[in-house]
């Protein structure tokens, strides 16, 4: 993680610090790629219809201000007739207000799992290709980019279409209500003990016992609910785990190539989400109902504890049921800011995470770009070489990442692999063996030079500790081929090949089996795998370091047999590993005055006395 990060998170953010500034212009960037992308037909007639429903919702508010001076009105002649009539009207308002407000939140919601499911799937993809999100964890300082991606990308589909359909609304409504509030607004005022006393805010106490009962009923139709809400809750913690798996364990996956498997594991654990997601949908439509008729209820709810006022004579009721009308919409419609403003510093605050996260992610597919050996490490595939079918170094430089250039390990240094050859790398600790191996592997740009590689060969990297997912033991050992590619019996022999006769009956049982094995078993499961694989090119970086030598021994003697053409390099501290190999890398330093220490590779031939 980057100095910058890591002060941030100890930190408070000053006033100018970007991520906690309005960057509206470069949220619109994050929004708008969904409304011109691939599914914007269907996205913006969910929006239209959204939309559409929201108009519908306060055209039908003006309408029940109009039956509010009809009705009262009727009230105010006595005429029965005409009262019993315009309830009669109030039930069809009621109804369609009812309607209108269930399909306003059923669609609102499908349009959010619609968006949310578009991002994903991009920033997913973003993420996995190219050994992104190794390269994010390695120098571009990004936190939680699980979190961000589980819940950032939640947050900002719905909090952006529940701000901007809540300001449209709110700007509608007051437009439509703030006038004929005007006009006919005023306190309540009334005399008592000889003083003339002014109540601006009586309704208040109705209010608040009127709440108390929807409370409680929404609190009983709605209870439900909060067992969908928890598994909602652990299906996107378990997407989280998913996530955090992938970039906790970004480097041997990535040495595996383990992309396709790592997305299509995303996607599974994605759609328990969307299908949870669909169980809130029809509860909350429930709910909604309720809501919605909690408030249709308050429309008269008024009129009941206000009409012996009315039939003293002490008011008007029209005036006194218009104003109750017209205020509320009002007063809600001016809350728009402050209700939402939660909301709002939630939205982008999420927003900016994901900018950063995005700039990160551009850093990462910047540096996978680099072919040119000018800016980086260039690796090539080629068809043909001055030694064919073998894998070439040349003028290779290998580095640290940091701002400017990071330290530079090795001197310059070329080296050749041919098929069947046996190296052993060996070098102090700290001198750059393994970052060779990531060199090899295409994931380390850092430093400078090139890497040919034989086009169509198959390379393995094997590192001290390899990824095991999470799953039956047959497909961890089949990884990051499809679960199923070989048979249960071959998979049995190959484990009692590789001294793991114990785990023979449980390559269908469901683990997590980085835990559940031993470093030594996991490193033995690492062989039975790499034979499975039947690669042209096998690098082992301290693979061994946690077996016996006896064991050792029979492994390497295991892959020499099973993988007679293929050739094999091996980072080892240990002696043993020697006589495995024809060929020797080693790591000498070179000093340098005034510069840090330097190490040139240098190849030379294993003593015929070592080699097995």
Known sequence: ???????????????????????????????????????????????????????????????????????????????????????????????????????????????????????????????????????????????????????????????????????LNSVVTLLSFVTLLWMISGPLVFALGGRTIAIPGYMVWFAVLYAA????????????????????????????????????????????????????????????????WRGLMIYTRRLVFVNSGYGQIAIVFPLIVAAPNYFSGAITLGVLMQIASAFGQVQGALSWFVDGYASLVNWQAAANRLLDFGSALQSAETEHGMRDGEHGIAVTERAGSTAPGAIEAAGLVLALPGQGGGRTLTAPFSMTVRPGERLLVTGPSGAGKSVLFRAMAGIWPYGGGSIAVPAGARTLFLPQRSYIPAGTLAAALNYPSPPGTHGGAALADLLRDCRLDRLTDKLQERDNWAMRLSPGEQQRLA??????????????????????????????????????????????????????????????????????????????????????
């Open 1 to 167: 993680m980057s100095a910058d990060t890591s002060s941030s998170a100890q930190a408070p953010l000053s006033p100018n610090d970007i991520r906690g500034r309005l960057r509206l212009r470069a949220t619109w960037r994050l929004l708008k790629p969904y409304w011109v992308s691939e599914d914007r037909k269907a996205a913006l007639g969910l929006l239209a219809l959204v939309v559409g429903l929201n108009l519908a919702l306060v055209a039908a508010n003006v309408w029940l201000t109009n039956w509010n001076r009809v009705f009262y009105n009727a009230l105010e002649v006595r005429d029965f007739a005409a009262f019993k009539l315009q309830l009669a009207h109030f039930c069809a308002i009621a109804a369609a207000f009812i309607v209108i407000a269930i399909m306003k939140q059923y669609y609102t919601m499908m349009l959010e799992m619609r968006w949310r499911t578009w991002l994903t799937g991009q920033w997913l993809r973003r993420w996995t290709t190219g050994q992104a999100y190794y390269r994010v964890e390695q120098t571009h300082g990004a936190d939680n980019p699980d979190q961000r991606i589980a819940e950032d990308l939640r947050t900002l589909a719905g909090s952006s279409l529940t701000l901007s359909l809540g300001l």
């Open 527 to 612: 062989f039975a795998r790499a034979i499975l694989q039947q690669p042209d090119y096998l690098f082992l970086d301290e693979a061994t370091s946690a077996l016996d030598e006896e064991t050792e021994a029979a492994l390497y003697a295991l892959l020499v047999e099973r993988l007679p053409r293929a050739a094999i390099v091996s980072i080892a501290h240990r002696s043993t590993v020697a006589r495995w190999h024809d060929r020797h890398l080693r790591y000498r330093p070179v000093r340098e005055p005034g510069s840090e220490p330097r190490y040139l590779p240098t190849e030379e031939s294993m003593p015929a006395g070592m080699r097995a």
């Open 213 to 276: 009962a929807g409370s409680w009923l929404t609190h009983k139709i709605g209870k439900p609910l909060i067992g969908l809400s928890f598994r909602q809750e652990q299906t996107e913690a378990d997407f989280r785990y998913a996530l955090m798996r992938l970039r906790e364990n970004a480097e041997g996956i990535a040495l595996y190539g383990g992309e396709p498997a790592e997305r299509a594991g995303l996607h599974g654990a994605f759609g328990h989400i969307r299908e949870n």
